[in-house]
């Protein structure tokens, strides 16, 4: 079974810190997404990785970087946190190809920002 | 410019209903996929269906079918006696063929009461 996890399922953190959300999947999928969810809105796309060390800005990747030192491992980072941060942070994985692949998610993570 | 749109926000229904889930796209490409995903109260989630734009076939799997008509652009999901462990968010996604990233619509909660 495709297994994506998430460091944190609930996080709080202040205004002004520096927040690292970690994400591994253990399938060998070449790509690897970070998302937004917020009521109304849907997922949104922050940031997306096609492989090691190579990333794409998503649609929303303002005040957000993003590193992939490792194939299996995502890291979303939030440079100075701030209360508009406050969300639901999903990663997922999937393998690239010209044929959408599924993108398997993990738990999500809840942050919130005070 | 690609799109979801999922109209229903909300929907509540008494167990052994059906109900209908609605989702419309648009998207310039003749080659892409649809997807349905499930996001249970625990947060993560969960495939149910890929179709790529070739495959108008309606698909049936259990209580679940699935309706797509380019006609319309649409691609609606159908629950059949709807049960309590049904209820959550679900979520429509489009993906044009040569990427690997997905477009979802904001969501659809269901709500299926006893």
């Known amino acids: 079974d495709v297994k994506v996890t998430q460091s944190s399922r609930y996080l709080v953190k202040r205004t002004g810190e520096k927040v690292f959300l970690e994400c591994v999947q253990d399938?060998?999928?070449?790509?690897m997404f970070w998302y937004r969810q917020d009521p109304g809105l849907g997922l949104r796309l922050i940031y997306f990785?096609?492989?090691?060390?190579?990333?794409e800005k998503g649609d929303i990747p303002e005040g957000y970087s993003v590193s992939r030192e490792k194939k299996e491992r995502f890291s979303l980072i939030l440079e100075s946190a701030s209360t508009n941060q406050t969300s639901m942070y999903l990663c997922?994985?999937?393998?690239?190809?010209?044929?959408?692949?599924?993108?398997?998610f993990g738990p999500g993570t809840r942050l919130t920002v005070l | 410019a690609q799109k979801v749109t999922q109209a229903q926000t909300e929907i509540s229904v008494v167990e052994k209903e059906d109900v209908t889930l609605d989702c419309v796209y648009e998207?310039?490409?003749?080659?892409?996929?649809l997807f349905w995903y499930k996001q249970p109260p625990s947060g993560e989630l969960v495939f149910l269906i890929r179709?790529?734009?070739?495959?108008?076939q309606n698909e049936i799997s259990g209580r679940y079918s699935w309706n797509f008509q380019k006609s319309t652009s649409s691609f609606n999901f159908t629950i059949t006696a709807s049960q309590v462990v049904d209820s959550a968010v679900y979520f429509c996604?489009?993906?044009?063929?040569?990427?690997?990233?997905?477009?979802f619509g904001t969501g659809t909660r269901l709500q299926v009461f006893p």
């Open positions: 996604a489009l993906s044009e063929a040569g990427t690997d990233k997905l477009i």
């Open positions: 399938m060998d999928h070449e790509n």
């Open positions: 179709r790529n734009s070739f495959d108008e």
């Open positions: 998207t310039r490409d003749t080659t892409y996929y």
């Open positions: 990785s096609y492989d090691v060390k190579m990333k």
């Open positions: 997922a994985s999937n393998r690239r190809g010209q044929i959408t692949d599924t993108q398997y």
